[in-house]
Antibody
């Protein structure tokens, strides 16, 4: 059974870069797409972006295009999210997930809460 | 951008009820629509993909339908564990989520 686990700092300072990692276990990272979704407190899910294991397919929510990067480390079975110029509006639970080629997220991490504050 | 609008935003129902949640896309999305269930403090769980395909392990009381711009998630007979928030999600060309429908006990 594929399992995903997010890791990273729970507190990020305003204007700095938010960096998270998702480690995949119980299955191969190869041949799949991998994505990030976030959820501000008390609000709905918000799609951030995804990457294919080849790195050739990549898509972002237009709201994040200029600030977000998603990358893969195949050797360590993990992928990462970098979100630059963090603001208080980036405070959220961040989820990593496996994305099927048909566009649905079938395996999710437990989530990690990130607070952006001065 | 394609907008996804769910209705109702909240819904009260009783165990045993049949309930339906609607998701409307701002333009034709064929059948590129998925549904998730989320309980408080938990990650979302995939229920239905590509409009009507039931994810492995999901009870058959959940079903999905629709095409084009209008889609429905139906729970045929509510069970206590079904009280949660439900989200629709666009599969293509991007992955926009609906605003969610909170289903609680009447």
């Amino acid at each position: 059974q594929v399992q995903l686990l997010e890791s990273g700092p729970g507190l990020v300072k305003l204007s700095e870069t938010l960096s998270l990692t998702c480690t995949v276990s119980g299955g191969s990272i190869a041949g799949y797409y991998w994505g990030w979704i976030r959820q501000p407190p008390g609000r709905e899910l918000e799609y951030i972006g995804y990457v294919h294991d080849t790195g050739t397919a990549n898509d972002f929510n237009p709201s994040f295009t200029s600030r977000a990067t998603v990358s893969l480390d195949m050797s360590r079975s993990r992928f990462s999210l970098r979100l630059t110029s963090a603001t208080a509006a980036d405070t959220a639970m961040y989820y990593c997930a496996r994305l099927d080629k048909n566009g649905y997220y079938d395996h999710w991490g437990q989530g990690i809460l990130v607070t952006v504050s001065s | 951008d394609i907008q996804m609008t769910q209705s109702p935003p909240s819904l009260s129902a009783s165990v045993g009820d049949r309930v339906a949640i609607t998701c409307r896309a701002s333009q034709n999305i064929n059948r590129y629509l998925n549904w998730y269930q989320q309980k408080p403090g938990k990650a979302p769980r995939l229920l239905i993909y590509l409009t009507s395909s039931l994810q492995s392990g999901v009870p058959s009381r959940f079903s999905g339908g629709g095409s084009g711009t209008d889609f429905t998630l139906t729970i045929s007979s509510l069970q206590p564990e079904d009280f949660a928030t439900y989200y629709c999600q666009l599969s293509y060309p991007t992955h926009t989520f609906g605003q969610g429908t909170k289903l609680d006990i009447k």
